[in-house]
């Protein structure tokens, strides 16, 4: 059939099975806008408040869903309005889709209004980009964007459509999309020397990330964990793949980890990383980092083997198929001391805070009670963000979104919306400190036009409070530009935008306060005050090995001496 290009970007959202696009509208991109008025009926538009939000809602949708987000801008600053949202995704392996219009093709690099080499900008921080010039392209390039986004490690992809292409027209026809089926690129020597550290070890540890979550790998982890009897710990990406009330559970790892993980991780023998790329905020000093123990990597990106730790032994491929062929050759172990000594570790350092006052800590607790652990958590970044991870039992994969690679701020918000649009059901909370709710708040505007029952919860100490920390140990106490004591009143913001709004200023008040923001089934901010010096313990200097993780007794005890 003869179709013109905006109404075959829509026929191809349609053919890979998407149902809702988030995005803001402009000149160039008019065309597309108007096909998708006339679908509007198959695929639902979320109208974010900034670019940045649609990309941040796209990036929520397809972590909480497993699906491809989709994101919409038009040419020049709508368009470089996406990037942070792109890199966001890129760096946490998300399958995202952006399409943007840019200025016809004739009028391309003559310095044109709104003009701005998209694919040039977003080349660093995409798996593919396309600039599509011609309508014939246009199918072919789709539906190849939708499969690189989501194959091998997902990640994003963009597609810059000139305008005189979302205008011309050529023949269409449908095309079912092509799934890759998971797989697992086993090396029978590497296959052999894992198998062999496995037998050998007497002290394993499982190291977990986001590769977990990503490939569906949480049945396979936890038999694998049986079957080697061993402890796991994830990084900040991998919460809910593995259970978080398990026995063998110690937390998570890295600078502000649990001391069970760091110091576990310090004396085991053998680690087996699952689905993790080393990332300089877990393993600290890469020289000193588990310098006791031999190096099994499970990854499907052959380009994270030996990139930031060299590894005794490598498997490449999908994790949840790696696991399927390791557990079935694994005899099972018995590590009955290893795991009594690490019992001992989790009893003598447990997590905790000063809860005298009304704490951070103290809310995650609340929430998880009140949930019931069921939530979809997102956060933003800072404090907070690390008392999330801390503090909520997390029990199922794709139940905890935050950005953890790229770390930003004003990502919570908006990713809680995308969260709530993919899973209705669920009952979605964000998690954000006063610093970073300023960054994308007028996201709260969406919420409330489309009704989405979302509750915010702003954290709010007046000031940048992760920043703050870092002054206070390292920067004798020198807070440049990290105050925020001034005159905004985040209810008054909240309810100018048409939500919903709570205070709390007590320990007494937060129970009834997140179960009457739940039961509203509404857009509602619960904006926490809490003291400006609490600090995310434990933690590990930039740049430490992990087995000097400290926290707050250890503080006290160093400045009385």
Request: hydrophobic share 40%; proline share 4%; charged share 25%.
């Amino acid at each position: 059939m003869l179709l013109n290009g905006s109404e075959i970007v829509v026929e191809c959202l349609k053919e890979q099975g998407v149902d809702t696009v988030f995005g803001y509208p402009g000149g160039t991109i008019l065309n597309v806008y108007d096909a998708l008025y006339k679908h509007s009926d198959e695929i639902r538009h979320i109208l974010t408040s900034h670019e940045q939000g649609a990309a941040h809602a796209a990036d929520g949708y397809a972590r909480a869903t497993g699906r491809v987000g989709v994101c919409l801008a038009t040419s020049g600053p709508g368009a470089t309005n996406l990037v942070t949202g792109i890199a966001t995704a890129y760096m946490d392996s998300v399958p995202l889709v952006a399409i943007t219009a840019n200025v016809a093709l004739p009028m391309l690099g003559k310095d044109t209004f709104q003009e701005v080499d998209i694919a040039g900008v977003t080349m660093p921080i995409t798996k593919h980009n396309y600039i599509v010039k011609k309508v014939d392209d246009l199918a072919p390039i789709m539906r190849e964007a939708f499969a690189i986004a989501r194959s091998g490690r997902p990640g994003p992809v963009l597609v810059d459509i000139t305008k005189d292409v979302t205008a011309a027209t050529c023949e269409y026809t449908p095309e079912k999309p092509v799934i890759e089926e998971p797989k697992a690129f086993i090396n029978d020597a590497e296959l052999a020397k894992a198998l062999s550290f496995i037998k050998e070890a007497k002290k394993p540890f499982i190291y977990l990330g986001g590769g977990a979550v990503i490939s569906g790998a949480s049945k396979e982890v936890a038999e694998f964990s049986e079957l080697i009897d061993a402890p796991v710990c994830d990084t900040l990406m991998g919460k809910g793949a593995f259970d978080g009330y398990s026995d063998r559970y110690t937390g998570m790892i890295g600078m502000h980890g649990t001391k069970a993980s760091n110091l576990g991780v310090s004396e085991c023998d053998l680690l087996i990383a699952l689905g993790a790329r080393f990332s300089d905020r877990v393993i600290g000093n890469p020289k000193r980092f588990a310098e006791n123990a031999k190096i099994i990597h499970i990854d499907i990106d052959k380009a994270e083997i030996n990139k930031n730790i060299r590894v005794d032994a490598s498997l490449v491929g999908d994790l949840k198929e790696v696991l399927k062929v390791l557990n079935a050759k694994i005899e099972k172990k018995d590590h009955s001391d290893w795991m009594a000594h690490v019992k001992e570790l989790k009893i003598k350092y447990p997590m905790k805070y000063e809860d005298e006052n009304l704490a951070c800590p103290y809310v995650i607790e609340e929430l998880d009670r009140v949930t019931k652990g069921e939530a979809i958590i997102t956060t933003d970044v800072g404090q907070h963000q690390m008392w999330a991870a801390q503090y909520y039992k997390y029990t199922q994969p794709r139940t905890f979104l935050s950005s953890g690679g790229l770390g930003t701020m004003g990502y919570g918000l908006g990713a809680c919306i995308g969260a709530q649009v993919g899973q209705p059901d669920k009952i979605c909370v964000n998690i954000a400190g006063d610093g970073c709710f300023r960054m994308n708040m007028q996201e709260l505007a969406t919420a409330s036009r489309y009704n989405i029952p979302i509750v915010e919860i702003v954290i709010n100490n007046h000031v940048l409070g992760m920043v703050r920390q870092w002054q206070t140990l390292f920067y004798g106490k020198r807070y440049s530009q990290t105050v925020l004591n001034d005159k905004v009143d985040f209810c008054k913001v909240a309810e100018g935008l048409g939500c919903e709004a709570i205070r709390v200023t007590s320990k007494e008040e937060v129970g009834p306060a997140l179960e009457k923001a739940i039961a509203l089934k509404a857009p509602v901010l619960v904006e926490v005050m809490i003291p400006e010096d609490d600090k995310v313990f434990p933690m590990v200097p930039a740049g430490a090995p992990i087995s000097e993780v400290f926290d707050g007794d250890d503080l006290k005890k160093k400045e009385q001496a």
